[in-house]
Each structure stands twice: as structure tokens, then as C-alpha cells.
């Protein structure tokens, strides 16, 4: 859910739309954000008297790179143990 829908105005268009699972993306945004779109969500869910799952994704692990060796593709293979190491900054 993005930014556009948080008001109660729009939570409250997007359940009457059907709106049946709620995803919050916390790769994106401080939790504070969330918490308070939470909040709002749940007291138009209530006010409307509907029922609607919440689903919070959660960053996991990930590994980002840069610009890779004279822009080669990298080929990986089964069982193959790879070595990365963070260099510059």
C-alpha cells in the first residue's frame, strides 16, 4: 500500500472495493509510518464492520552489488561456493 491510500478517505474506498489483505512493505518506509497506517486501517476496517488480513513483509536478508568486473555476466553452478567481499565505500 502506498502512500496515495493512506488516508481514511482511501482505506475506507479500498475496502468497499473488496480490499481483503492489507500488505505493508517494510523494505520502504520508517515503522513509525507504518504503525500509523496501521492504526487508520483499523479503525475504518471497524467502523465498516469488515474483515481483512494484515500482512506485514519483512525485509530478509539481502546482498546488493556494484558495478560488476568490465560489466561480465556472472555464472553460477550448482554447489558452487562463492566468495564476496565488500570493498570501497
Known amino acids: 500500500?502506498?502512500?496515495?491510500?493512506?488516508?481514511?478517505?482511501?482505506?475506507?474506498?479500498l475496502l468497499d472495493a473488496g480490499l481483503n489483505v492489507a500488505r505493508f512493505n517494510f523494505?520502504?518506509?520508517?515503522?513509525?509510518?507504518?504503525?500509523?497506517?496501521?492504526?487508520?486501517l483499523?479503525?475504518?476496517?471497524?467502523?465498516?464492520n469488515k474483515h481483512t488480513a494484515l500482512m506485514l513483509d519483512t525485509k530478509g536478508p539481502?546482498?546488493?552489488t556494484a558495478?560488476?568486473?568490465?560489466?561480465?555476466?556472472?555464472?553460477l553452478e550448482k554447489d558452487q561456493d562463492i566468495i564476496v567481499e565488500a570493498v570501497g565505500a
Open 1 to 13: 500500500m502506498g502512500p496515495k491510500c493512506w488516508s481514511e478517505e482511501n482505506l475506507g474506498k
Open 27 to 40: 523494505s520502504h518506509g520508517a515503522h513509525g509510518d507504518h504503525q500509523e497506517v496501521l492504526d487508520r
Open 62 to 64: 539481502e546482498i546488493r
Open 67 to 75: 558495478m560488476l568486473k568490465d560489466h561480465q555476466a556472472i555464472h
Open 42 to 48: 483499523r479503525k475504518v476496517i471497524g467502523e465498516k
